[in-house]
């Protein structure tokens, strides 16, 4: 059975940091693009940032500059790096794998995706 599990998430104050993790399981993690979805209270879901399987990166307008994505094909892992995190960074922080079939594709719901964690909640407040 295939599992994305992440972790990472917690309470930090506005500018501050926090590193997610994913680990799959499952599924072949090399051969599917990678990305992080979240979803903020009363909000619709917003895709932030992917990963093909080239590593090529991509983000949204809102965290670039501020987050950056990465992947270890060889540990099954994912990762995103947050930086000046801000208060509307509030969210649960999905991540979600979509087997590769050409350009990496932004999909703003699980409906997009093979695969969907239960996501990680990330509070940015003082």
């Known amino acids: 059975e295939a599992h994305l599990v992440e972790s990472g998430g917690g309470l930090v104050p506005p500018g501050g940091s926090l590193r997610l993790s994913c680990l799959a399981s499952?599924?072949?993690?090399?051969?599917?693009?990678m990305s992080w979805v979240r979803q903020a209270p009363g909000k619709e879901f917003e895709w932030i940032s992917g990963?093909?399987?080239?590593?090529?990166?991509y983000y949204s307008a809102s965290v670039e500059g501020r987050f950056t994505i990465s992947r270890d094909n060889d540990k099954n892992m994912l990762y995103l790096q947050m930086d000046s995190l801000k208060p509307e960074d509030t969210a649960v922080y999905h991540c979600?794998?979509?087997?590769?079939?050409?350009?990496?594709?932004?999909?703003?719901?699980?409906?997009?995706?093979?695969?969907w964690g239960q996501g990680a909640q990330v509070t940015v407040s003082s």
């Open positions: 990963i093909d399987t080239a590593s090529e990166t």
């Open positions: 499952g599924f072949p993690f090399g051969k599917h693009d």
């Open positions: 979600a794998g979509r087997y590769h079939i050409g350009t990496l594709v932004a999909g703003q719901g699980p409906s997009w995706y093979h695969y």
